[in-house]
Every structure is written in structure tokens, then in C-alpha cells.
């Protein structure tokens, strides 16, 4: 034994005396954790947040988040000698003349982009799987309130530089805030301490940015990561997998190696956007001014859909009682968004309510096998999507020579029109997956041989798949609707009627299936052949 080992030695012996700490650290660095490409997606939201502290860290030794006029006598000379605020112009001096300062920016901007993204399409895997089935109900709503949470984020950080385009949202901001019945004023007057756009609204988000978010972020990631650590990761269907393991590699030495390279290569493609990428060209844009605004200003991705609602939306007014109640703003600004949100939090519940499965669940589910889950979330991406390109709108109309007029009335029929043809179609779509999965598991593979029978009829050879195969083809379970009759076993009406006949029908759109492949079939053909 060396010196080395024998003074570490020392030390862990020393710790573990006092901490029991040896016992703790076996058991855990041998944890078991699934092998799959797309449990990666937690880890990049993981990382770029990691990479949003180091550079927003950087960042707050020069911004300046007040609102105070200054001149600008900085290097950049299109905007020399121009009355600005004391946040406009740090950020300017960041960009030109801090050593870094613009490449830490844009990998601050571009983090903030591939973190929302990752938040997205992580949710999106965990929805199409079933991953937030019980008992994970909690750890979705955790990634719902930080897929909300870093919508604000985002905003109140590109909002910070006090230009043209994040004034602009601001004011969008302000006006969203007050469309609020009877206290929209007044929270409009709290939030910016006065009239738009007052003195106080820049350094007031910064600590908010700074400081309260991502205090709230550490504290839900943490939550997030114990209670996965705790309720063991999901896994899909496979050899030697079940309800009750998990199949893969130990968190030392394998998943560790692993998770430190792919680290190192979230923050290279970050870096290397935010070297050859530019994003967010402040000093194009201007100081904010209230009287202006730039064509084609665009919000980021994760807030163009809120802004493509908002624009769709017919200019809608009541006024009632010495109030006025703007719907043009409210609707799409404030109820839409709640409903879908909190639908989106609430989901694991309202499908466990629907199916009746109380269960818990570790292996994970095809898409194709629960097409109602599938065709819903189909659906809130179509509807999304469309309010995402109507934020668009003008742009888009300029480069397809369309008129405005002609994008509206697209958004304003679509956002109602396209939502239930995908749900139909994508419903459509994993009933013929499963049909064919189906076909394959009782027929087999085609090869593409194609023999002559005695009577002259040609043939195509099939070739039968592995026992494997068959296995995943086959091992999903198919739940029965629920029997909610209108009367019990004694004659006696049930309470809730109209309640029962709701999850009656639910559950039923819930089981629409093809019916798998059994093991009977599958002899029987084997036998006929």
C-alpha cells in the first residue's frame, strides 16, 4: 500500500466513524440505472442548468440593473451619445467590452433555450410513456411547476437588458397583468412601482431572476432527483425486466463516466452556439422607448405560443359596473393558459380516475399501446403548435408574401379545427401499429420471396420473429373499461350518475384497443401451417 492509499485510507476510516457514511456509499454508488438514449433528456436539463449558473453567475459582476439615465460613451458607435438606462448600457459594455462578456451572454441565452427545450421534450417522453404513472404522480407536477417556472425565468432574464424587443414584451407583460378583474391595477402599480414603465421594474426582476428562481429551481431539482433516486427509474419492456428491478449499469464506475462525458458535451454544443450563433443582438434594437416598437419582434420560443394566442384573440370587451373587462387579453393570456397548465399537472390523476388503475408502475408503456394518451397529448402539441406559428404571424406573411389577415384567420380556425383531427387521426394511427404488431407476431416478417403454388397463385414467405420479439410485442397490458352500472347489486341508484356515465364513456375511449396476438393463436397458426 502506498502512501497515498494509506492516508485516504486514514481519512475514509476517519469519516466513516463518525458518520457511517461507509455502509450509505456502497449501497448507493452501486445503484442501478437503465441503459436508454432518451433518459438522457432529464440530464440535459440538468446540465444546462448547471451552465446557466456558471455563466449568469459571470454575468452579474458587470450588468447593472438599475433604470437610471446615463449617456453612452461606450465603443459601440452607432449608439454613442444616446440617453439610455444604466441596464441597457452594462449589457452593451458586456457585449463589447468585457473580455468574454458576449460569448458568456449568448451561451447564458442559448442554455436558457436548451434547458426550456429539454424540459419540453423530457415531459413529452414521460407523458407518451406512462412514466408518471403511480408512484410518480408528484415528480411530474415537480416537472410541470419547473416547465412553468422556467417560462418566467426565461422571460424575466431576456427582459433584463432594458432594449427595444424586451421592453416591447414587457409592456405585453403589463397589459396581461391588468387585463386581471378588479385588481389588474393595482398589480400592474405593485409590479412596476407606479405608471409603466416606472424606475423600479428592472432591478426588482433581477433579484427575482437572480436570486428567488433559482433558489426555487435548486430546491425542485433536488426534490426531483431524490424522489427518482428513491422510486428507482423506469425502464422499458425487455429481457429479464419487471415490475420489480431495474436492468442496467451502476451508478460507479459505469453511469458516472457516462453522465461526466455527456456533461462535457451539452456544454461544447453550447458553446459552440453561442460562438458561431448570434442570439439576441441587443445593440440592434436600441434602448427601450415607450412610443416604439421594431417589426417583426419575436419572444422566445417557449413564450411564442402565449404571444400567438394573445394575438388571435378578436377584440373582445365588456364593461360592466364602472369596469372594463378586456377578454381579447384575459382569455388567451390568463384562463387558457391556467386550464392547460393545470390540466397538464392534474393528468396523472384524471387518467388513474378514468382507467381505475390504482397500480404502481415501473416499466414503461409504447405510445402505440394507449392510443387515447397518445392522440390527447398529439392534440396539446397541435394546438400549441399553432398558436407557436401564429406568434409568427407577420413574419411569416412577409416571407410567403401572405397578408396578415390570411395568418389570422389560419390561427383562428386551425387552433380550432387541427386539435381534433389529430386526436382522430393519431388515435387512427396507433390502432394500425398495433394491427400490424399483430399481423407480425401471427404471420411474421415478409421477406420479399415470393413462391408459386401448384394452382398458380403466388405467395409471399413470411418469416417467423423470435420468441423475443413476439415477447415485446405482446407483454403490454390491455385494461378493460370500467362496469359502472347505474344500479348496485341490490337494485339501489347509485350516487353521482351523471358522474359515472362521464368516467363510464372515458374509460371506454381509454380501452379502445386491437386486440394482441395470445399464445393460443399463435399455436394454432403454427399448427394450420
Not at 6 to 12: D, E, K, L, P, Q
Not at 319 to 335: D, E, K, V, Y
Not at 344 to 367: C, M, Q, V
Amino acid at each position: 500500500m502506498t502512501a497515498r492509499e494509506r492516508i485516504a485510507g486514514n481519512v475514509a476510516g476517519y469519516v466513516d466513524d463518525r458518520t457511517g457514511a461507509a455502509k450509505w456509499m456502497k449501497k448507493n454508488l452501486t445503484k442501478v440505472f437503465p441503459d436508454h438514449w432518451s433518459f438522457l433528456l432529464g440530464e440535459i436539463c440538468l446540465y444546462s442548468f448547471v451552465i446557466l449558473l456558471l455563466s449568469g453567475t459571470f454575468l452579474t459582476f458587470w450588468f447593472d440593473p438599475s433604470m437610471r439615465e446615463v449617456v453612452y460613451e461606450g465603443s459601440y458607435e452607432p449608439l454613442k451619445g444616446l440617453e439610455m438606462s444604466a441596464a441597457y448600457a452594462s449589457t452593451l459594455d458586456i457585449s463589447f467590452e468585457v473580455r468574454g462578456g458576449l460569448l458568456m451572454r449568448q451561451i447564458h441565452h442559448w442554455a436558457a433555450l436548451i434547458f426550456m427545450v429539454g424540459i419540453v421534450v423530457h415531459l413529452m417522453r414521460v407523458y407518451f410513456t406512462g412514466a408518471f404513472r403511480k408512484p410518480r404522480e408528484f415528480n411530474w407536477i415537480i416537472g410541470v411547476g419547473l416547465l412553468t417556472l422556467g417560462i418566467v425565468e426565461g422571460f424575466l432574464g431576456y427582459s433584463l437588458p432594458d432594449d427595444l424587443l424586451s421592453g416591447t414584451g414587457i409592456r405585453i407583460a403589463e397589459a396581461i397583468i391588468q387585463a386581471l378583474p378588479l385588481v389588474g391595477s393595482y398589480l400592474a402599480f405593485f409590479a412596476f412601482d407606479g405608471a409603466f414603465p416606472g424606475t423600479a421594474f428592472i432591478p426588482r426582476i433581477y433579484t427575482v431572476h437572480v436570486l428567488l428562481l433559482p433558489g426555487i429551481f435548486l430546491a425542485l431539482i433536488t426534490v426531483h432527483l431524490m424522489l427518482v433516486w428513491y422510486q428507482k427509474h423506469t425502464q422499458f419492456p425487455g429481457p429479464g425486466r419487471t415490475e420489480k428491478n431495474v436492468v442496467g449499469y451502476p451508478l460507479m464506475p459505469v453511469y458516472m463516466a457516462k453522465a461526466g462525458g455527456f456533461f462535457f458535451i451539452v456544454f461544447g454544443v453550447t458553446a459552440f452556439l453561442g460562438a458561431v450563433a448570434s442570439i439576441n443582438p441587443i445593440w440592434l434594437y436600441g434602448p427601450y422607448t415607450p412610443g416604439q416598437v421594431s417589426a417583426g419582434s419575436q419572444p422566445d420560443w417557449y413564450m411564442g405560443w402565449l404571444d400567438g394566442l394573445v394575438r388571435m384573440a378578436p377584440p373582445i370587451e365588456t364593461h360592466a359596473l364602472g369596469h372594463t373587462i378586456s377578454w381579447n387579453i384575459l382569455i388567451p393570456g390568463l384562463i387558457l393558459p391556467g386550464i392547460m397548465f393545470t390540466g397538464l399537472a392534474l393528468y396523472p390523476f384524471i387518467e388513474s380516475w378514468a382507467t381505475g388503475d390504482k397500480r404502481e408502475h415501473h416499466l414503461l408503456d409504447r405510445p402505440r399501446n394507449t392510443p387515447n394518451r397518445t392522440a390527447i397529448g398529439v392534440m396539446a402539441l397541435t394546438f400549441t403548435l399553432v398558436s407557436l406559428i401564429n406568434g409568427g404571424n407577420d413574419i411569416i406573411a412577409t416571407t410567403f408574401n401572405l397578408t396578415i389577415n390570411q395568418m389570422m384567420w389560419f390561427s383562428r380556425i386551425g387552433i380550432i379545427v387541427l386539435p381534433p383531427i389529430a386526436f382522430i387521426i393519431t388515435k387512427r394511427l396507433c390502432l394500425s401499429l398495433q394491427r400490424a404488431d399483430r399481423d407480425l407476431v401471427l404471420h411474421g416478417r415478409e421477406t420479399g420471396r415470393l413462391v408459386r403454388m401448384p394452382s398458380g397463385e403466388f405467395v409471399e414467405v413470411h418469416e417467423p420473429i423470435s420468441a423475443e420479439k413476439a415477447w415485446l410485442l405482446t407483454s403490454h397490458e390491455q385494461l378493460a373499461p370500467l362496469e359502472l352500472p347505474e344500479h348496485d347489486a341490490s337494485g339501489v341508484r347509485r350516487a353521482g350518475l351523471i358522474k359515472n356515465k362521464i368516467r363510464n364513456r372515458v374509460s371506454r375511449a381509454a380501452a379502445v384497443a386491437v386486440p394482441k396476438a395470445t399464445e393460443t393463436e399463435r399455436r394454432e397458426l403454427e399448427g394450420h401451417h
